[in-house]
C-alpha cells in the first residue's frame, strides 16, 4: 500500500520501491550486526525494531517512541479514557509531533529517509493510544488475560504488546475496553485509510507544489478507493491472520501497480533479505545459513556471540559497499534517530526522567 501510495504521488516505480521497502523494513531491521571487524570497512548497524514486541530489550527504549510510538496530543478526543490517565508519551494520530518527523523526512530528499518517515507516521494512527515505553497504560486487560495464557507468562507492558498484533491487520474490528464508549471501538480500515489518505496529501504537495487542494482532494479519493479494495471486508474473526487474506491483499496491490496512475510496473514480492543478501556475506564455513529463515538468523546471531569463530562471519560482498540499498538504509536510521530525537526532545523527552533510556 505504501508502494502505491507513494507511486500515485508521482514517484517512479524504483523510488516508490525503495520508500517502501524502507518502511517496511523498519520492522525487520532487528539484529545487530558486526561486518568485516578488525578491518578499515568496519561497519556496525542500529536496529529500528526488536526480535519480539512482547519481550524487548529494556536498553533499546529509545527506539519504540522515535519510530513507532510518536509521542502525540494525549488530550485529543480519541484519547480519552474511562479512568481519566493522560501520559505524556501517548501516540496519537496525525500529531504535531509526526506531522514534525514526515516533514523531516520529506525534507531530507532522501527516499530511506522518507520511508522511514512514512512508517512513523503511519504508526501515529495504527498505535494511537499507546505510548512507547514500559508502562501500565499500555495493558488492555482482555487481551492481555488471552496473551499471557497463550504465552504462559505475563506480556511486557511496553507499546502494544499487551495487546497482540491486532492494532496491525488493516481489517480488523476490534474494541480498546481502556476507552470511553465514544471511541473504544477500533475501525482499522477506517483508521489505515485516514492515514494513507494524509500520507499521500504531504507526498502529492512534497512532489507536485503547484498542485491545487482540488487536484489533491480528487486523486486522493481516487487511491483511497483503490485501497479500500485492497483492505477488503472489515472482520471480527479471530483468523485475522490467515495468509489467504496477506495473499489477496498482496495480488490486488501488484494488479493495481500495473495501472498507468501507479507507474505501470509491477509491485514485486516483499523479501526482508533482499537488501541483506545484496550487500552482505555470511561466512560461516560449513554451515548454510537461509537469513529468510527467522529460526537461522536468530539462531547465527545467538551463536555469533558465543563462539569466536564466528565473531567475523559477515563481510562486504563489494568495495561500493556504500552503493547499496542495505548500508544507504542503515545511514539513514542512525541519522533518523539522532534527529528525531533531537526533535522531540524539548517538547517531550527532557520534561521526563525516563530509566533504560
Known amino acids: 500500500m505504501t508502494y502505491l501510495i507513494a507511486a500515485r504521488a508521482g514517484f517512479k516505480p524504483a523510488e516508490a520501491e525503495i520508500i517502501a521497502y524502507s518502511s517496511q523494513y523498519i520492522d525487520d531491521n532487528d539484529l545487530i550486526y558486526h561486518i568485516d571487524q578488525h578491518s578499515d570497512s568496519a561497519y556496525s548497524n542500529y536496529i529500528s525494531q526488536t526480535k519480539n514486541i512482547t519481550r524487548p530489550k529494556k536498553n533499546l527504549f529509545r527506539i519504540y517512541p522515535v519510530f513507532h510510538f510518536i509521542p502525540g496530543d494525549p488530550l485529543v478526543d480519541s484519547a480519552r ?15 504535531k509531533n509526526a506531522r514534525a518527523v514526515l516533514k523531516l523526512g520529506l525534507k531530507s530528499d532522501n527516499l530511506y529517509k522518507i520511508g522511514l518517515a512514512i512508517h512513523a507516521f503511519a ?9 512507547g515505553y514500559y508502562d501500565e497504560f499500555n495493558l488492555v486487560e482482555e487481551i492481555q488475560q488471552k496473551l499471557s495464557a497463550f504465552f504462559n507468562r505475563s506480556v511486557y507492558k511496553i507499546g502494544h504488546a499487551a495487546a497482540g498484533h491486532c492494532l496491525d491487520i488493516p481489517h480488523a474490528l476490534w474494541h480498546d475496553p481502556r476507552l470511553c464508549a465514544s471511541n473504544s471501538l477500533r475501525d482499522n480500515k477506517k483508521i489505515f485509510l485516514k492515514a494513507a489518505g494524509r500520507i499521500f496529501e504531504e507526498l502529492k504537495k512534497y512532489k507536485s507544489p503547484a498542485a491545487t487542494a482540488a487536484e489533491i482532494s480528487s486523486e486522493k479519493d481516487e487511491l483511497l478507493a483503490d485501497l479500500s479494495k485492497v483492505i477488503g471486508k472489515k472482520s471480527e474473526c479471530p483468523e485475522l491472520f490467515k495468509i489467504n487474506c496477506r495473499k489477496r491483499r498482496i495480488n490486488y496491490c501488484q494488479k493495481l501497480s500495473l495501472k498507468k496512475e501507479f507507474g505501470a510496473e509491477k ?11 545484496e550487500a552482505v556475506k555470511i561466512n560461516t564455513g560449513f554451515l548454510k545459513i537461509d537469513r529468510s529463515c527467522s529460526w537461522q538468523r536468530l539462531g547465527l546471531d545467538y551463536f555469533s556471540k558465543q563462539l569466536k569463530f564466528l565473531k567475523s562471519c559477515y563481510s562486504w560482498k563489494t568495495k561500493t559497499y556504500q552503493k547499496t540499498h542495505w548500508f544507504k538504509f542503515q545511514e539513514a536510521v542512525k541519522e533518523m534517530q539522532e534527529e528525531i530525537i533531537e526533535l522531540l526532545d524539548p517538547h517531550v523527552f527532557e520534561r521526563l526522567e525516563l530509566a533504560n533510556w
Do not use: E, I, M
Open 81 to 95: 479514557r474511562k479512568d481519566g490517565k493522560l501520559h505524556l508519551l501517548n501516540t496519537t494520530p496525525d500529531s
Open 267 to 277: 509491485l514485486k514480492d516483499y523479501d526482508p533479505s533482499l537488501w541483506f543478501n
Open 123 to 131: 504508526d501515529s494512527f495504527a498505535h494511537q493510544n499507546f505510548v
